[in-house]
């Protein structure tokens, strides 16, 4: 048995039958024929995993390393193993003059599970600057590319969570960062900021992040726990009949977005506790782990949440971290 309680940032604790370490596509595309049957999960940095129990299977865990950086006149290019830890890059890229990821700085995990929900942030998707993605199709054991336009990329969503979901172990992900860099500086927080450089926006961000969101080597969590929901129009305007103050984002024409956490904290929840699991007091899309909590406290308190806000807000909440029982992964 193996122990995973570090090895996720909501930190329950709980064990895994089997563990591997993975250092490169090659050598689990040799394996992967011999053990197509058993269960597994893909375990990057455990920033957006929650192990509820434990696990049946066996972990993978990413350890795909390497940075290679090639240029042309107009651009970076970057292949970057699937375990390379996320910030540490964005630092890496800051100091070598290779602007574009600074909004983006401070987001836990690691480089191959950036594309698979698209991490955004201030105003940034990832997908800008991915080039392609190498995986090992888990199908046909082959290993395979696939370019930005065919990844479907969308709010936190992707071809990985979708048509290829369960059947891909991404590699390395390629980035293209342009050498025109233009600041992006439009998101409320960064508003404030003149001119700034790629490093006013890398030292904004990160002193925003730290003030809002709880450290999970401090504090049990992982990140927003829910997405932010789009809904139609229509009930948008139905909804701000009775919340005139309701705020949103545009999305299209017939949709918006809603802040999850406007819709959770309008219904008071910020602080609420169920056991040793609460919805954080300061930001409360994020739900915390005190230490003392478990995975059965997590899904009542994420259920409540839900039934609340669909019965005042007709709106579904939806999960953006990935929920593990004893099978593999599940919804509530
Ligand atoms: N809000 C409240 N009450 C609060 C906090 C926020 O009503 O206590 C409302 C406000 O209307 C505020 C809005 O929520 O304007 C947005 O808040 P914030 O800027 O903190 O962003 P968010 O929508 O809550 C998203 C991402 C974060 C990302 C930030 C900044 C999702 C699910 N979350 O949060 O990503 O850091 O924007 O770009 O899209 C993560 O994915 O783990 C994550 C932390």
Redesign the pocket.
């Known amino acids: 048995m193996y122990p995973l309680q570090n090895l996720h940032t909501f930190a329950f604790p709980a064990y895994a039958a089997d563990f591997h370490l993975v250092g490169s596509l090659a050598e689990l595309q040799e394996s992967w024929h011999s053990s197509v049957n058993q269960s597994y999960y893909i375990l990057g940095e455990g ?2 995993t929650v192990f509820l129990e434990d696990f049946d299977g066996c972990i993978l865990k990413m350890a795909i390393k390497g940075i290679e950086l090639q240029e042309t006149d107009e651009e970076f290019i970057l292949k970057v193993g699937a375990g390379e830890n996320w910030h540490q890059l964005v630092e890496w890229c800051l100091a070598k003059g290779i602007n574009g990821f600074e ?1 983006l700085a401070l ?2 995990g690691t480089v191959g599970a950036a594309p698979i ?1 698209n ?5 940034v998707e990832v997908e800008q600057f991915i080039d392609s993605i190498e995986y090992l199709c888990l199908v046909s054991g082959t290993i395979k590319h696939i370019r930005r336009a065919e990844c479907q990329f969308a ?2 969503d992707s071809i990985f969570k979708r048509a290829l979901a369960g059947q891909f172990i991404i590699g390395s992900v390629t980035f293209s960062l342009s050498k025109h860099w233009l600041a992006n500086a439009s ?3 960064l508003r404030e900021l003149a001119e700034p450089s790629a490093r006013d926006i890398f030292d904004k961000v990160v002193q ?2 730290q003030r ?2 709880p450290d999970p080597k401090k504090l049990g969590n ?7 929901p789009i809904i139609d129009k229509a009930l948008f305007v139905q909804l701000r009949q009775r919340y005139p103050h309701i ?1 949103s984002y545009p999305v299209n024409t017939e949709q918006v977005k809603v ?8 219904l008071g929840f ?1 602080g609420h506790k169920i056991g040793g699991v609460m919805c954080h007091a ?5 739900l915390t782990n005190d230490g003392t909590g478990s995975g059965s406290e997590l899904v009542a308190l994420a259920k409540k949440i839900k039934h609340a806000v669909q019965q005042s807000f007709f709106i579904e909440l939806e999960n ?2 990935q929920l593990v029982s004893n099978a593999g992964l599940v919804h509530i």
């Not at 991490?119 to 105003?123: E, L, P, R, V």
């Not at 992982?222 to 932010?228: E, H, I, L, M």
């Not at 300061?282 to 994020?286: G, S």
């Open positions: 920033s957006n909004n987001i836990p929900q991490i955004g942030a201030y105003g709010y936190r998101y409320a927080e925003v992040r809002k969101l992982a990140g927003s726990f829910f997405k932010n705020p802040p999850a956490a406007w819709l959770i904290d309008t910020k300061q930001q409360p899309l994020v953006e971290v």
